[in-house]
């Protein structure tokens, strides 16, 4: 695709290849091709070799390394859980891409967590830290204490659990059972 100032373009659509520009702002590379990010104009800065997208509407969400994000527990398998990430914390504007997520057991907590899941279970909420960006797909953290879940609900009858006075236990006030989780000091639902 030959594209060049000015030519309006969609999130995804491809401007160029890694060789002819460098990505700037609102654009990245994804594996050799340099794509758009946001829904705008194309900027060409021909001194620098530099492509970047005009956003055509408020601009959106970009994360950095660093940035509290909400997402949704989609997947823990083994070492990984997987996360589609909804919300950047503190701001209200959309993201800029639909980020995936994963966290590394030993990115849940500080100290030793034999099985990933008696920190998160599918469908749970989670706060937790971006620790490294490579595209659309992000490596999150959530050792701190106010990351990690901060809703859950039960696996055998999908009620919100709340909060005991053991730490990171969580309690099903509808079918009296409970789950280890690595609970937030934010979590919503507290007893």
Known sequence: MKVKSGDFVMPGDVLGVSEQFLPDKWTYDDGGYIKASVLGTV?????????????????????????????????????????????????????????MAAIHISQVKKGYLEKLTDAFRIGDVIEAKVSKIMGDNLDLNTADKENGVIKAICTRCRAYMVTTDRKDELYCEVCDRKERRKVSLNYDCKK
């Open 43 to 99: 900027d060409i800065s021909s001194s620098n070799k530099k492509i970047s997208i005009i956003p055509s509407s408020g601009n959106p969400a970009v994360l950095s390394v660093g940035d509290s994000v909400y997402g949704e527990i989609t997947d823990v398998r083994g070492q990984r859980a997987m996360i589609n990430v909804q919300k950047m914390k503190g701001t209200d504007r959309r993201l800029a891409l639909p980020y």
